[in-house]
Each structure stands twice: as C-alpha cells, then as structure tokens.
C-alpha cells in the first residue's frame, strides 16, 4: 500500500501590492499651444480572504461533497487562506478563498497581476514545492460557489520580480520590471472579483507547517 505523508498546510498569506501608471492628457487649445499635465492614477484595492460563509478546504471527492473546514488562522471575512490538515498526493479545494474589489479613476480599465513571492516552503524542514505544481486559482461567485476538487484551475507562478519581505509574519512587496501575464483585466474604472484556491501537494512533500504568500498587484492602465 503506498505510503503518503501528511503534510500541515497552515496558511497560504495573502500580500497586497499597489502599483499606478501616469496617463497622460492632453487639451489643444485654437491656437498653437498645447497644455500638457500628468496625473496621477487612483487605485485602490481591498483584498477579503474568506469573504463568505462555507468557505474552507474540500477534498476531491466523487459524489456528495463533505462540508468545507479550514485551519485556526480562516475566519470569516479576514485572515488566511488556511487549508488545515492536508494529504500529499491528493486535491483540495478552498471555496470562498479571495474576493478583490479594484475602484480607479482610470478611463481604460486595470490589470490585475497575482504571483507566489516565493515557492511552497515547509517551515518545519526548510524544503519547498515549486508553486506552481501546488497552488492554483480558479473563478468562483459571491454565493452559491459551483467548484468542487475536480474543477480546473490555473497555477499561480514564483514571480521574477524584485521581493522585499516574505517571511512567514512578514507580508512581502514585489518590484517589477516587466509584468507578467494578468490574472484578470478590466476595461472599466472598477471590477470586484472572486477566487477558490486549489492545492495539489506532490506525495514527495513532506511532513510539516507550509506557507506561501500571494502577492495581487493592480496597474491602472
């Protein structure tokens, strides 16, 4: 019979950074002047981890689904994506996980970029999982969430930006030189929108507390 470790998962940290660009406008006026002015973009996020009631970790399971439970570190409308008590080697599902409500004043919309500051770090042995074969988001509603275990979702990626911070207490901050692909975009000024979390542990993880912070940028356009 194969063996599988079980691993803690005590909390995927949830990071928020704001970046702006400067759009330029323009007014001409009858004659030849041009006034020219840049002003500045107004982007305001707010991030809500298990932003519904239910939400919480399910296994992949055929058939009836077993209610959502979740680690000490979830409460409702705050904390952590906290998954509890997982097996490597199988799926979960986190339901409610992430809602984000993006409000700009800008005429062309956003982007709204999500990456790992790191990859999936066991705080008991020091050993990690690439992020992106562990972690992975996928759209949900704002009640009455369809997913389940077998939904597909895509991975988040380690960025290749700049990290200041990350430690386990220490939320992080990602400079970039180039973004990466968005997660979402927006051709409106505002957009709220929702996320399950999926886990697939490889069964090589091994026993121990993991952790990964995922940092949301928003970038007005």
């Not at 932003?51 to 409308?77: E, K, M, R, W």
């Not at 389940?148 to 895509?154: P, R």
């Amino acid at each position: 019979m194969e063996r599988r470790a079980t691993a803690r998962i005590r909390r995927i940290g949830i990071a928020i950074a704001l970046m702006a660009l400067l759009p330029v406008a323009v007014l001409a006026s009858t004659a030849s002047t041009v006034v020219t002015w840049r002003t500045n973009a107004i982007v305001k996020l707010t991030l809500t981890p298990n932003y519904n009631s239910g939400f919480g970790a399910v296994p992949a399971v055929i058939g009836a689904q077993p209610a959502p439970t979740h680690g000490p570190n979830a409460v409702l409308d705050g904390g952590s994506v906290d998954f509890g008590n997982i097996e490597a080697g199988k799926t979960y599902l986190y339901k409610y996980a992430v809602e984000l409500n993006v409000t700009t004043n800008s005429a062309t919309g956003f982007n709204i970029y999500g990456e790992g500051a790191a990859d999936f770090y066991n705080l008991t042995d020091g050993t990690s999982v690439p992020i992106s074969q562990a972690v992975y988001y996928l759209n949900s509603t704002a009640s009455s969430d369809p997913n389940t275990g077998f939904s597909a979702g895509a991975p988040f990626m380690k960025t290749s930006g700049s990290v200041t911070g990350g430690g386990y207490a220490t939320p992080p901050t990602i400079s970039y030189i180039a973004y990466p692909s968005p997660i979402a975009q927006s051709l409106s000024a505002n957009g709220t929108y929702y996320y399950d979390y999926e886990l697939k542990p490889p069964n090589s993880a091994t026993n121990g507390q993991y952790y990964v912070w995922i940092v949301y940028t928003v970038v007005a356009k």
